[in-house]
C-alpha cells in the first residue's frame, strides 16, 4: 500500500508497522516530520488504524461547561481567560449558581457538566466538594467532570491535604471524571516559559495518577502550537502513553491547539501563532499510531479547530467530537471562535456527511448509542 518512489524506504517501513502496532518515539518523530508523499500516506495509516480499532462510529455527549470563576492567581502566559479580584469582568459564581446552571443543563438534556474555575484565593479543596455535593443532591444521576490536575493541587495545599485524601474526599462526594488539562507541554523547560508557577511535570503525573489509583478515570491533553519542538511533542506523547500503560486510567486524548490571539506570550513575541492545519493533521495521526489499542478514543476540538477543520481531521485518526458543551470561556478569551452550545443534530450532520455513524457516548464510553 505505502510502496512509492515518493516515499522512503524507513517511512514505509515505519508505516507498515504502524497499522497493526506500537510506533517507538523515535518513529513517532520521523513520521511527524514527513512532506507530501509521505505526509498523505502517514494520514492514511492513521485512519486506517482507527477503523480497525474502533470502527466507523464518531461519538460525542451532550455535556455542558461551567466556569465558576475567572479569578485566578495563576500567570500561565498563554491564558486570555484570567482576572485580578476585583478587576472588571472578574466573577466568582455562588455554589447556588452552579446548582442551578447544572439543573439548566440536565433539563435540556445534558448527561455531564465539566465544572473548573480559575486558582481564587477563597477556593480549597473543601469548596469542591462544598459544589459537588450540592449539585449531586439535587441531580444525583448527572455525572459530574470537574477540576484539572492544577486545581486538584492547588485545592489540596490550601486545605492541607495530600493528594490521595484530596481526592478521595472528592470522589466521596460525587466527582466521576476529571479533565486532565493543565498538562499543557510535560516538558519542565517549556513549562518554565509558558506556564512559570504552574505544577511541574512530575507534579501532573503524580496527580493524574493518584486520580488513576483512587478510581477517578481522566481524559488527557496536550497543547500545542507555542513554544515547543516536534520534539517536545512526541516526548509528551510518550509520557501519556506511559502512565497509560501504568494505569489504564485515560479515556480519551485531546490535543488542544494553541490560541495565540489574545495569549500574552504571543503578543509579547515569545510565541508562535498557532499550528498549521497540516502540523495539527499530522499530530493526530501520530497521537492514534503511538497509542494504538492503549487509547482508543481521540477527540477533535471543535471549539479549537471550528466545525470544518474539525470535521478533516477525523480523516487523520479521530473518532470523537467531544461535547455539544454550553458556556465555554477559556478558549474564547484567548481568541477562539467557536465555544457556544451546538445542537447534536450539527454534530451528526458533519459525521454523517464524511460517510461515518453518529453515535452519542458517556463520559467514560461505557454507553455508546449509535444513530
Known amino acids: 500500500m505505502y510502496k512509492s518512489p515518493d516515499i522512503a524506504p524507513i517511512i514505509?517501513?515505519?508505516?507498515?508497522?504502524?497499522?497493526?502496532?506500537?510506533?517507538?518515539?523515535e518513529e513517532a518523530l520521523e513520521l511527524i516530520k514527513t512532506t507530501g508523499s509521505e505526509y498523505q500516506s502517514l494520514i492514511q495509516a492513521a485512519d486506517l488504524?482507527?477503523?480497525?480499532?474502533?470502527?466507523?462510529?464518531?461519538?460525542?455527549?451532550?455535556?455542558?461547561?461551567?466556569?465558576?470563576?475567572?479569578?485566578?492567581?495563576?500567570?500561565?502566559?498563554f491564558c486570555a481567560f484570567r482576572k485580578d479580584p476585583g478587576q472588571d469582568g472578574s466573577y466568582f459564581l455562588s455554589v447556588d449558581e452552579i446548582v442551578r446552571r447544572a439543573k439548566t443543563a440536565w433539563n435540556d438534556g445534558?448527561?455531564?457538566?465539566?465544572?473548573?474555575?480559575?486558582?481564587?484565593?477563597?477556593?480549597?479543596?473543601?469548596?469542591?466538594?462544598?459544589?459537588?455535593?450540592?449539585?449531586?443532591?439535587?441531580?444525583?444521576?448527572?455525572?459530574?467532570?470537574?477540576?484539572?490536575?492544577?486545581?486538584?493541587?492547588?485545592?489540596?495545599?490550601?486545605?492541607?491535604?495530600?493528594?490521595?485524601e484530596t481526592l478521595k474526599m472528592l470522589k466521596d462526594a460525587g466527582l466521576g471524571s476529571m479533565p486532565g488539562t493543565a498538562a499543557e507541554i510535560l516538558n519542565d523547560?517549556?513549562?518554565?516559559?509558558?506556564?512559570?508557577?504552574?505544577?511541574?511535570?512530575?507534579?501532573?503525573?503524580?496527580?493524574?495518577?493518584?486520580?488513576h489509583q483512587t478510581g477517578i478515570s481522566t481524559t488527557c491533553t496536550m497543547m500545542y502550537g507555542h513554544v515547543e519542538s516536534v520534539e517536545h511533542r512526541v516526548e509528551h506523547l510518550e509520557i501519556l502513553r506511559n502512565i497509560q500503560k501504568k494505569t489504564g486510567g485515560f479515556t480519551e486524548f485531546v490535543p488542544l491547539t494553541f490560541m495565540h490571539q489574545n495569549a500574552p506570550i504571543y503578543q509579547q513575541g515569545v510565541a508562535s501563532p498557532g499550528t498549521?492545519?497540516?502540523?495539527?493533521?499530522?499530530?493526530?495521526?501520530?497521537?492514534?499510531?503511538?497509542?494504538?489499542?492503549?487509547?482508543?478514543?481521540?477527540?477533535?476540538?471543535?471549539?479549537?479547530?471550528?466545525?470544518?477543520?474539525?470535521?478533516?481531521?477525523?480523516?487523520?485518526?479521530?473518532?470523537?467530537?467531544?461535547?455539544?458543551?454550553?458556556?465555554?470561556?477559556?478558549s474564547r478569551s484567548a481568541g477562539a471562535q467557536h465555544g457556544v452550545y451546538t445542537p447534536p443534530k450539527h454534530l451528526q450532520r458533519i459525521i454523517r456527511d464524511l460517510g461515518r455513524v453518529p453515535a452519542e457516548r458517556d463520559t467514560l464510553y461505557k454507553n455508546i448509542n449509535p444513530l
Open 276 to 330: 498549521t492545519g497540516t502540523e495539527d493533521l499530522k499530530l493526530y495521526a501520530v497521537s492514534r499510531l503511538m497509542f494504538g489499542d492503549l487509547l482508543k478514543n481521540i477527540q477533535v476540538s471543535w471549539v479549537k479547530l471550528g466545525f470544518k477543520f474539525a470535521q478533516v481531521c477525523l480523516t487523520a485518526g479521530c473518532n470523537d467530537m467531544g461535547g455539544t458543551l454550553g458556556e465555554e470561556n477559556i
Open 110 to 164: 445534558a448527561i455531564e457538566v465539566c465544572v473548573q474555575g480559575g486558582l481564587h484565593p477563597d477556593v480549597d479543596a473543601y469548596f469542591y466538594e462544598k459544589i459537588l455535593l450540592a449539585v449531586k443532591e439535587e441531580i444525583p444521576d448527572i455525572h459530574i467532570h470537574a477540576f484539572s490536575p492544577m486545581e486538584i493541587y492547588y485545592g489540596a495545599a490550601k486545605s492541607k491535604l495530600t493528594l490521595k
Open 12 to 25: 514505509e517501513e515505519i508505516l507498515d508497522k504502524a497499522v497493526k502496532d506500537f510506533i517507538s518515539s
Open 189 to 211: 523547560e517549556v513549562r518554565k516559559v509558558i506556564c512559570p508557577g504552574k505544577l511541574t511535570t512530575a507534579d501532573w503525573i503524580e496527580v493524574i495518577q493518584t486520580a
Open 49 to 77: 488504524r482507527r477503523q480497525e480499532l474502533v470502527g466507523d462510529e464518531v461519538t460525542y455527549i451532550q455535556n455542558w461547561n461551567i466556569n465558576f470563576t475567572d479569578i485566578c492567581t495563576g500567570t500561565c502566559g
